[in-house]
């Protein structure tokens, strides 16, 4: 992230944005977690998404991981507070066996706040979601769409992959593509922003 984008995303703007509106939008689609449930944030940033994670969404714990060992120490101090309920690592969501040692079906729910759109290989990083989503576990994804960043004011002022961007459609098709069922998404600003929640189905039998 550049220096524009890092001071956006750490801002009290953007805190108020996840606070009152995306969290709100997330529980409408795929509720709160069940109790005793692992989380995992991709891309943590500064820290406070994975804070909502506990507070609001009622994760036991949080394993959260980004590719910037700035943010992870920015995120060490915002939720030194939650002791070892919160384990941070710097590595890439891509690649969460190297990062975290995550094993496939290891997580009941996994957080994405804006993140997959700065990865080049996004595709790979849906990939891994879906590995380590345990059957029944949630994706709570906020997405910044190609149509977003093809704007102008976003070309100039921040610095992001170019190439094979998605659209909300293309990211909706790869989640099912890797066997997530979308049980519900919306769009906003004339397809700039997705959000949504999208399960890992039980096989039949199962419990969740
Ligand atoms: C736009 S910021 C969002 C941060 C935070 N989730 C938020 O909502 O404030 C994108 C974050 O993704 C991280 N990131 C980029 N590529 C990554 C990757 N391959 N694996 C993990 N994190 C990555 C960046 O370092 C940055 O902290």
């Not at 108020?16 to 109790?35: D, M």
């Not at 190609?146 to 909706?172: C, I, K």
Request: neutral net charge.
């Amino acid at each position: 992230m550049n220096r524009v984008e890092t001071a956006m995303v750490t801002s009290p703007p953007r805190r108020w944005l996840q606070h009152l509106y995306e969290v709100p939008v997330l529980l409408r689609f795929g509720g709160r977690l069940i109790p005793g449930t692992r989380a995992l944030e991709i891309g943590c940033g500064s820290g406070y998404g994975s804070q909502l994670i506990l507070d609001r969404f009622g994760a036991a714990t949080v394993d959260a991981v980004d590719l910037d060992p700035a943010m992870i120490h920015r995120a060490g101090r915002r939720l030194a507070r939650y002791g070892d309920r919160v384990r941070l690592v710097q590595g890439s969501a891509t690649d969460l066996r190297s990062a975290l040692g995550a094993d496939d079906e290891s997580y009941g729910a996994v957080f994405d706040f804006g993140i997959v759109h700065h990865i080049p290989d996004w595709r790979a990083a849906i990939a891994e979601v879906a590995r380590v989503l345990t059957p029944g576990g949630r994706f709570y994804f906020e997405e910044v769409t190609a149509h977003a960043l093809a704007r102008p004011t976003y070309q100039r002022l921040f610095d992001h992959p170019t190439d094979d961007r998605f659209t909300a459609d293309q990211f909706l098709d790869e989640l099912v593509r890797h066997g997530l069922e979308v049980l519900g998404s919306l769009t906003r600003i004339q397809g700039d922003y997705l959000l949504g929640v999208a399960a890992k189905p039980i096989p039949a039998g199962g419990d969740r």
